[in-house]
């Protein structure tokens, strides 16, 4: 991140952990009022395609996320609550944008309709039951824009699907534990 100044103020480098993770982030506490500039280096020789996204906190309107556990057949539920000054946002339009690491990318609608796991219709959280999702760790971006403005939030979910066959002679018995 480069300030207003031109003055780097935070970097992630090749082969740091915040490199190997899955959503990396740069935090800077009291930011200058100003124009900020994002700085990406491909350090590889081939082409690549980065989603990034940016965020200011300490803004009146928030947006807050939780991603559940994947169920065992793929499936993920999503909720994000829209608020400004504390107040819940109603007629927001809220999307989640799943990209998997093996290249496996959808955009869902998060609605504030008291049927989709998001609580009471009209609460300021909206929410959907993406998927079926294929195994995979998956970077998961929240979009809500209302007129008070757009935020952005992030989240990460891995589903690993699995099968258990086990042979069984006629008149076996089975148990299984974990």
Known sequence: MIDPTGVVTGTVSVGSAAAAAAIRSINVANPAVGTWTL???????????????????????????????????????????VANSGLPVTRATVTAQLMGTGGASTVVTLPDDGQSGDGLPGDGVYGVLAGPLTPDSYAVVVTATSPQGTRIAVGSLTYAAFQVFLPVAPDAVVASGW
């Open 39 to 81: 700085q990406l280096v491909n350090q590889d020789t081939v082409p690549s395609t980065i989603p990034i996204s940016a965020s200011v906190t300490g803004s009146a309107f928030t947006l807050s996320i939780t991603l559940g556990q994947p169920t065992t057949n793929g499936q993920v539920q999503i909720t994000a609550a």
